[in-house]
């Protein structure tokens, strides 16, 4: 969603018959859009990185895992519970679960999964 798309929302919502009562307070597009969009435009930016995980496919979309700043893969799937290391990386179809934690180099990928308090130092491939 980009800013255009935020204020069409905005002014759609206004247009319900029952927003229009005069008793109902409404914010205004100014606090919408300061309250909204940063959070909006910081979720693009993430989604527009990408990084080369070094297995044929180039530049693939990616984004740093928050916990522990690890790269995964969109395609991927972490759970925020778990924890990626700084070298770490998770890409193709894997899966990280619960505390799971992945360390050093460790690579986690095609359709490997890793479940809940396990931990990795080592490539695991499913």
């Known amino acids: ?7 069409e929302w905005f002014d759609n919502l206004h247009s319900i018959p029952e927003v229009k009562n005069p008793e109902v307070k409404l914010i205004t597009w100014e606090t919408v ?11 693009v930016e993430k989604e527009q ?4 995980f070094e297995d044929g496919n180039g530049p693939v979309p990616a984004h740093k ?6 790269w995964v893969a969109n395609t991927a799937h972490v759970d925020n519970t778990a924890f990626v290391g ?3 990386k998770v890409y193709g179809n894997a899966r990280v679960y619960g ?7 460790a690579r986690v990928f095609g359709n ?3 479940p809940r308090g396990t931990v990795s130092t080592g490539d695991l491939k499913g």
């Open 1 to 7: 969603m980009n800013e255009k798309q935020l204020k």
């Open 33 to 43: 859009r300061n309250l909204l969009l940063p959070e909006i435009e910081e979720t």
């Open 49 to 52: 990185e990408t990084y080369d």
């Open 65 to 70: 895992h928050p916990n522990g700043g690890g």
């Open 86 to 88: 700084e070298n770490a």
């Open 99 to 105: 505390n799971a934690r992945v360390f050093g180099n």
């Open 112 to 114: 490997a999964e890793i």
